[in-house]
């Protein structure tokens, strides 16, 4: 056999010998299989869902069905905004894959699609059967990296299924913080509504009242020759206009504070809204109440015909009383962390309210009398 001929034969056994490493090393690689676009996680009923976790083991935000709504157990149980959690189921139930990409959970730490390295991990538990105790998993996703940088596809993967899909679209943003699913707002008063507010502090006391203009205030008892700063003064009387928090606590969690002042709002119909105030180191904390006044019993004489202002004045009546009693159920046994410049706001002394400056402020944490006035 001619040189030329063994060194043809040379060749063909070498690229024999490299197809067949390529081919062997295929098993344990992913593939890519192109399959119908469809729900990752399909059959799951809201209604049996019990838990819900949002984020690496160790690190989760618990949701718990407390009756037909859910509480956020990382907030001693604070009661879950209801559009919230239905944005979150239904964000999940819409995700959907464009293909395949592997079934070997071999390759799963590699895609980040294994729970502790996760870019995003949500679990739903039901509860468990009559004759066991706790809670078994539903389902879930795991989204992990990016197929391609920028490309806003991830890889998926159902937390009780081996097999990783490519995402059929950008996976829109889950929140992963607990005052993601509480409504912050605490109050919502209108200025044309208020009637007075009176601030208190161990050593201060002053009502403020409604000018002749939608942004004049007169502050009662004034002394001769001071002016009232009407700015400060405005901020004041409509600091619950828009009173949101940061953080909240079971009060049973937070049994050192003492609420030395008090913010009082009466409305045009009666309402009156309390809150007390406390401050711990840098922060302010708020406790909220709210009475309806107006006590006379709303009736219809038999026989009686009313006009339709009259049925209009009684109907506002009793949606404001079962407002006033909803705040006060809703915020009893809560405390509120809120932002230092909305605290600012209700915590002003009189000084504070006039032109020849600000003095500085000598905090008292001596509590008031915590009975809301009538």
Known sequence: MSNRNLSLLGLIAAAMVALAVVVAGIGDRPYAKKDQTAYLIQGLDPDQ????TIGKPGQELILNRRGANFVVANLDNYPAKTSEINKLITTCLDIQTAELYTDNPANHKALGVTEPNAH???????????????????????VGREKQRGSGLGYIRRVDDNKVYV??????????????YVAQGLTSVKREDINSVTVSSPNDTY??????????VILENLAEGKKLNNVIANRVFTALANLTFE???AESSKPGLLFGRRYLCRLKDTTVYTVWLAKDGDLWFVKCDAKFADQTPVTKTQGEVESDEQLKIKEAKLIARDAAEEFSETHKGWVYQIPDYLAANLTRTSAELLESGQPVREEVNEPLDMAPEQ
């Open 120 to 142: 995003l991990l949500v679990k739903f538990y039901k509860a468990a059967e009559a004759d066991k105790t706790g809670l078994s998993l539903l389902t879930g996703v795991i």
């Open 49 to 52: 869902v019990a838990r819900i």
């Open 167 to 180: 995402a059929a679209a950008q996976i829109p943003m889950i929140k992963n913080q607990a005052m993601d």
């Open 247 to 249: 953080d909240v606590n």
């Open 207 to 216: 009502l403020l009242l409604p000018g002749g203009d939608a942004n004049t």
